[in-house]
């Protein structure tokens, strides 16, 4: 197909709408042409094929250029081939009312998830105790003078009205320890026990929830049974579903459900609109489910962006679900208009960052990311205060910065520091990186750090297998229980031979270098592969050469991985570009779940590294 060498088709996709034509026995360069670009953008993080933002486009140099034909026109090729049907026709290929090209399995995920999403948000729960839950809230969320709304204290009680709970806040609001107060507060109402299950999508994101939870729990001023019934053990999905290698089925399912009563999704972001749908279908109908996570991050690697098409646009709550809500949590809640659609009433966005303060530089960077406000991020990052944020002078030299942070760990390990003690000074700093390759990319940085940390004496030169090399895990290996994400270093183990160690939500792990499942080294890692993790320091580096991939969701991902202290290199001047730069994916999820207004909405989407 011409369309190779125009666009970065993979071989699949040209494969599949090779299969297309065989299919329909027609070579029609229209089919052929939307079947390659719905897989070639379904891979690359799109739901489906928007034909008005394909339609009446030139691909290429004008000497050399594809032109694709008009909506109206492909519309109507697409609809007279045996190949395309309608919404519930089973063939390879559905075509929607609004234009949209999908899939065939991708349609059905979509629409599954919306369908059992809408159940969910339409279903209030009776048998509320109103006193006991008055009670319970006043005892766990105590009157704060300095708040306008306690917007944890609504997310709480909205939880325990809803079987459908989607909690969004950024960094330091309090989502954890907010829903260690929610499951207190369900097990009070609940006659006997709730099986609560606590699921996050990677390794490393349910190794912080278990630690979260622990802490939260231990603060919390409740009798000794109540506790003893909040779980503090976290899983991943995967784990939770059961996986079961080479097969995309998992062992539960709607015709074998999870054995739960709730279920807890931490970093729900991450999470894309494939596992999300079984995730759900594989949930008892009297079953809660409560997700978590920042719907102003960047969405998930695969296809989807489920929590953002979930937590949709519009603001303000059902009139009984106000006055539900005002009268149970006595907080006055602000006029943001009045919802009719039911979903408005499970979703909670909590806007106080307990973490960052009105003086914070990371909290007023965060905030300025996200109005795309270039002029204000550039002031934050080139005066001296706030001190928590910076950005390095064009002298300054990112791989010799990050070279002297990583001493310190290494010098640990020299010493003969516990595992613990190791791994915790590795954790503290990060270098994110938005590409993977160039010169400000991953693989170069990894590499150029290494040599830096050579010449300094601090690691053996010329050696792969080095004590202290930090290994990212790309690839789940479910045998070995390691996962897309998961970090671990080359330590000495007792047996006095040389292991990866990794932490994990059940303790040490240690595995042999040659048993690895494909791995790279992480100094230096992406923005999309650190969600759900966070340092006491960050340095994000910033490529060269605009790129569609910098966008503001990236920023303010990268900017959010940081606890402490946030450094950018940016020596091209490429944050403005990147702020001025929204990600959307191209979906239907959103107007399933919140009506026809939102029909258009999506734009473009933008390759997603991965």
């Known amino acids: 197909m011409r369309l190779k060498a125009l666009l970065p088709l993979t071989d699949l996709d040209l494969h599949f709408a090779r299969l297309i034509g065989r299919l329909a026995g027609d070579q029609c360069p229209e089919l052929l042409t939307a079947a390659a670009l719905t897989s070639h953008v379904t891979g690359a993080g799109d739901v489906c094929l928007p034909l008005d933002q394909w339609s009446d486009r030139k691909i290429g140099d004008d000497g050399d250029a594809i032109s694709l034909p008009g909506r109206a026109e492909w519309v109507t090729l697409l609809q007279e081939s045996p190949v395309v049907g309608s919404p519930g026709e089973f063939k390879p290929l559905i075509l929607d009312r609004a234009g949209r090209l999908y899939l065939q399995r991708y349609w059905a995920y979509e629409q599954q998830l919306s369908d059992l999403l809408r159940q969910r948000s339409q279903q209030d729960l009776g048998g509320i105790d109103e006193e006991k839950l008055q009670q319970g809230l006043g005892l766990l969320f105590p009157p704060q003078p300095d708040l306008v709304v306690d917007w944890q204290k609504v997310a709480a009680a909205v939880a325990v009205r809803k079987r459908l709970a989607v909690i969004s806040g950024g960094p330091g609001t309090g989502k954890t320890s907010t829903v260690v107060r929610i499951l207190a507060l369900l097990q009070q109402q609940a006659a006997n026990p709730l099986v609560i299950a606590l699921a996050a999508p990677t390794g490393k994101a349910a190794a912080r929830l278990q630690e979260s939870i622990q802490i939260a729990r231990e603060q919390l001023p409740m009798p000794a049974e109540v506790l003893e019934t909040i779980p503090t053990r976290a899983t991943t999905l995967h784990r939770l579903m059961g996986s079961r290698p080479d097969r995309v089925q998992f062992r539960h399912d709607a015709h074998n459900p999870l054995p739960v009563d709730l279920l807890v999704i931490d970093e729900a972001s991450m999470v894309d609109m494939a596992l999300m749908a079984k995730v759900v279908a594989a949930l ?275 900017l959010t991985r940081s606890r402490r202290k946030f450094i950018l290199s940016d020596r091209r001047g490429m944050l403005l570009p990147a702020l001025a730069r929204r990600t959307r994916r191209a979906s239907g999820l959103r107007e399933k779940l919140w009506g026809d207004e939102n029909r258009g909405a999506d734009v473009t989407a933008i390759t997603v590294e991965r």
């Open 284 to 558: 008892p109908v009297g079953a809660r489910l409560i997700l978590l996570g920042d719907r102003n991050q960047l969405a998930s690697v695969e296809a989807g962006a489920v929590l953002g098409d979930i937590c949709g646009d519009q603001a303000g709550y059902t009139v009984d679900c106000r006055q539900w809500l005002e009268r149970l949590t006595g907080q006055i809640l602000p006029d943001e208009g009045l919802a009719l659609n039911p979903l408005a009433d499970a979703v909670v966005q909590l806007r106080h960052s307990y973490r960052f303060g009105g003086q914070s530089g990371i909290g007023q960077l965060a905030e300025a990311v996200n109005r795309g406000d270039g002029e204000t991020a550039r002031r934050l990052l080139d005066q001296a205060q706030p001190a928590d944020v910076r950005q390095l002078d064009r002298e300054e030299e990112p791989v010799a910065f990050a070279a002297g942070i990583y001493r310190d760990y290494l010098q640990r390990i020299a010493g003969g520091a516990a595992v613990g003690e190791i791994f915790a000074a590795f954790d503290s700093f990060r270098v994110l990186c938005a590409l993977r390759s160039g010169p400000a990319g991953v693989a170069g940085l990894n590499q150029e750090i290494r040599q830096h940390l050579e010449q300094d004496g601090l690691i053996d030169r010329g050696v792969t297998w080095y004590p202290g090399r930090p290994v990212l895990i790309t690839r789940n290996d479910h045998n070995l229980k390691l996962y897309n994400g998961d970090i671990g270093i080359l330590l000495t183990h007792d047996s006095g031979l040389l292991q990866v160690c990794f932490q994990t939500a059940d303790g040490l792990r240690w595995v042999s270098p040659a048993r690895l499942p494909p791995h790279e080294t992480a100094f230096a890692m992406t923005v999309h592969k650190s969600q759900g993790s966070e340092f006491d320091r960050v340095l994000l580096v910033l490529p060269e050469r605009d790129s569609p991939l910098l966008s503001r969701e990236l920023i303010y991902t990268g």
